[in-house]
């Protein structure tokens, strides 16, 4: 029997984005590697699967996660919220999985990124997402955003982002567009529109959850 690793997205917030598919996974595998097996747990004990959960993070070594993968036939990894891969270490668990010989199975569903893109009214023909804004290089990464004919997309944490949107001003054109979603999909939910000068002070209200910044190319 081959061996397999199942990819498979979990909630970004509302616990009902889940899909069957990804519940079934879940139940099926013998193993489920999480970023953090403490958030996991509350939504594997939601949906009542009491499988072996196991920690695999950004630090973790190379030899550790291989020697993870080598003692199962099925694994699925999660990472807290969303889709693995996308600004978390589960590029690191595929790649090493390829490398092993294993198969690798995606189980899609909701990801903060393209939910943000989904509600920004914005081309997404084309478009750039950055991760998690830089904390060194800033400046250079604003200038790029400026630059872009493509919409750009980033995360943000919440006691960053005044000051992230106030340096943008410094640099983006007055009427440039700027959509900006707080805590998808769960009970605040907020969407803000427009240019920055009317986006920041709405912001500097409710600053507390996750944000999704998309703005609108040149």
Same mark, same amino acid.
């Given at each position: 029997?081959?061996?397999?690793?199942?990819?498979?997205?979990?909630?970004?917030?509302?616990?009902?984005?889940?899909?069957?598919?990804?519940? *079934?996974?879940?139940?099926?595998?013998?193993?489920?590697? #999480?970023?953090?097996?403490?958030?996991? $747990?509350?939504?594997?004990? $939601?949906?009542?699967?009491?499988?072996?959960?196991?920690?695999?993070?950004? $630090?973790?070594?190379? *030899?550790?996660?291989?020697?993870?993968?080598?003692?199962?036939?099925?694994?699925?990894?999660?990472?807290? %919220?969303?889709?693995?891969?996308?600004?978390?270490?589960?590029?690191?668990?595929? %790649?090493?999985?390829?490398?092993?010989?294993?198969?690798?199975?995606?189980?899609?569903?909701?990801?903060?990124?393209?939910?943000?893109?989904?509600?920004?009214?914005?081309?997404?023909?084309?478009?750039?997402?950055?991760?998690?804004?830089?904390?060194?290089?800033?400046?250079?990464?604003?200038?790029?955003?400026?630059?872009?004919?493509?919409?750009? #997309?980033?995360?943000?944490?919440? $006691?960053?982002?005044?000051?992230?949107?106030?340096?943008?001003?410094?640099?983006?054109?007055?009427?440039?567009?700027?959509?900006?979603?707080?805590?998808?999909?769960?009970?605040?939910?907020?969407?803000?529109?427009?240019?920055?000068?009317?986006?920041?002070?709405?912001?500097?209200?409710?600053?507390?959850?996750?944000?999704?910044?998309?703005?609108?190319? #040149?």
């Amino acid at each position: 029997m081959d061996k397999k690793l199942y990819i498979v997205a979990t909630p970004i917030g509302n616990l009902g984005d889940i899909s069957f598919r990804a519940i *079934e996974t879940l139940k099926s595998v013998e193993a489920i590697l #999480c970023e953090d097996t403490r958030v996991t $747990h509350n939504l594997l004990n $939601h949906f009542e699967i009491k499988n072996k959960t196991l920690s695999i993070h950004q $630090h973790s070594t190379e *030899e550790k996660i291989a020697h993870i993968l080598s003692q199962y036939n099925s694994l699925a990894y999660v990472s807290d %919220a969303g889709t693995p891969g996308i600004s978390d270490p589960g590029n690191k668990i595929v %790649a090493k999985a390829i490398e092993l010989g294993m198969k690798v199975e995606p189980i899609p569903g909701a990801s903060a990124v393209i939910a943000a893109l989904s509600v920004a009214g914005f081309s997404t023909d084309k478009f750039t997402f950055l991760g998690f804004m830089p904390m060194k290089g800033k400046t250079r990464t604003i200038q790029f955003i400026k630059n872009s004919e493509y919409t750009t #997309c980033f995360y943000e944490s919440p $006691h960053r982002i005044i000051k992230t949107l106030t340096e943008m001003q410094k640099f983006l054109e007055p009427e440039r567009q700027v959509v900006v979603a707080r805590e998808l999909t769960k009970m605040f939910e907020t969407i803000y529109r427009g240019t920055l000068a009317e986006i920041i002070p709405q912001i500097m209200e409710k600053q507390k959850g996750e944000f999704a910044v998309v703005v609108k190319g #040149c």
